[in-house]
């Protein structure tokens, strides 16, 4: 259509990036790089500067890093931007054919190009309003949690993923009491399957923390308003003064209803990260076309963000490329560092191809019907480099 021809050559004259966390602060520093120097607005729910989210888990928690260290840019970079910076400032709705956002306070900011990194918000379960009972995606939650683990509660983490296996992690570094609970017999199954959730499940119990594998959460017990027990479906009790739940995150979407715009697991966009004529979406909300694996990805990883930012800032400026990365993500749990690189399909055959696992040293590789999709590396971050070529070339061979 001849609208949307215009929408796409124009160079914008207002851009506005609701989300200020890594995937909207790179878009908005990427386009400054690139020369844009017309109106820009970040828009940021959080009152904090923009940080970084995944120290949350550790370094934050456990008081390596003093708040400020998480910050991404200093006030001098921030402020280098020329940007209409709105934090505390939420979001509140979308007028696609009006070109504007809205903002809570009834305030309206248009635009010509519009960048989505509202991001996710954590999954709750039943009985989350007792207190003692977290969630953890914001600055505000790790100071919270780390407040109550500095008194010494016994701890239940609800979800044995990334998240829930770190914040077990950290807390045990910190001397807590802690049982790790998840409905699947190994933890972070679903991220690399049995055989490296098996060892996960290993190096928690090495440092002292309890497993309760293959039971669900049916329900909290409370007392004065607070939880006090953990109710499983096998019908086992655990006392707990504290509870951490970390089971997924579902994409900031809803002050997008009735706008028009594709939702589904989060903004639905093409192969360029656009879910409208001039409208990207970048980070954990964007749900998009990855032509590289032939396939739609929503990737909630921190590197995934900076790229994706990167990538629709250089779209709204006219780049035409697909964006076709090869997903790395990582986890730090005591003394490992597991780095991954590709996808990891919940049926995908496991061979180990350097190093050895009993030594917690080691490179996998994971292949589906002879081809290989992923690589996994414990504490092997240079062999890990060496074999990511195996993934390139079999991902490069299906584009």
């Not at 120097?37 to 120290?55: F, I, K, N, Q, S």
């Not at 914001?138 to 829930?164: N, Q």
């Amino acid at each position: 259509m001849p609208g949307e021809a215009l929408l796409e050559d124009a160079v914008p004259e207002r851009i506005v990036v609701v989300g200020a966390s890594a995937a909207g602060l790179t878009a908005a520093e990427t386009l400054r790089e690139k020369g844009y120097d017309g109106a820009l607005t970040l828009v940021g729910a959080e009152r904090h500067p923009p940080y970084d989210r995944p120290p949350l888990s550790k370094q934050i928690l456990t008081g390596a890093w003093a708040p400020e260290r998480a910050e991404l840019r200093d006030a001098g970079a921030i402020g280098g931007l020329d940007a209409e910076l709105l934090l505390g400032r939420r979001a509140t709705g979308l007028d696609v054919a009006g070109r504007a956002v809205l903002l809570d306070g009834g305030d309206r900011r248009p635009f010509d190009a519009l960048v989505i990194a509202t991001g996710a918000a954590p999954r709750r379960l039943p009985g989350c309003d007792l207190g003692g009972v977290h969630v953890l995606r914001t600055l505000a939650d790790a100071l919270a949690l780390r407040e109550c683990l500095l008194g010494g509660p016994r701890l239940v983490v609800i979800g044995a993923g990334f998240l829930g296996s770190e914040v077990a992690a950290a807390a045990r570094r910190m001397d807590v009491d802690v049982t790790l609970v998840d409905p699947l017999p190994v933890p972070m199954r679903r991220q690399f399957g049995d055989r490296i959730g098996e060892m996960v499940g290993r190096l928690h119990r090495d440092h002292g923390a309890r497993l309760r594998m293959g039971a669900g959460v049916a329900g909290f017990t409370g007392a004065a308003g607070r939880v006090v027990a953990v109710e499983l479906s096998d019908g086992s009790v655990l006392d707990a003064d504290a509870v951490v739940v970390a089971v997924g995150a579902a994409p900031e979407t809803g002050w997008l209803a009735g706008s028009g715009l594709p939702l589904g697991d989060g903004v639905e966009c093409d192969d360029r990260c656009r879910a409208a004529p001039g409208i990207y979406a970048a980070g954990d909300v964007a749900s998009w076309d990855n032509p590289r694996f032939g396939t739609r990805m929503r990737v909630e990883h921190r590197q995934n963000a900076t790229e994706q930012g990167r990538a629709v800032a250089a779209g709204i400026l006219g780049d035409r490329r697909p964006f076709a990365p090869v997903p790395y993500f990582w986890t730090d749990q005591y003394d490992a560092r597991i780095q991954a690189y590709g996808v990891f399909p919940p049926d995908a055959e496991t061979a180990v191809v350097s190093g050895d696992p009993a030594d917690r040293r080691f490179v996998a590789a994971y292949s589906m019907q002879g081809r290989v999709t992923g690589v996994l590396g414990w504490n092997s971050p240079r062999e890990l480099i060496g074999h990511r070529r195996l993934v390139l070339a079999e991902a490069s061979a299906r584009r």
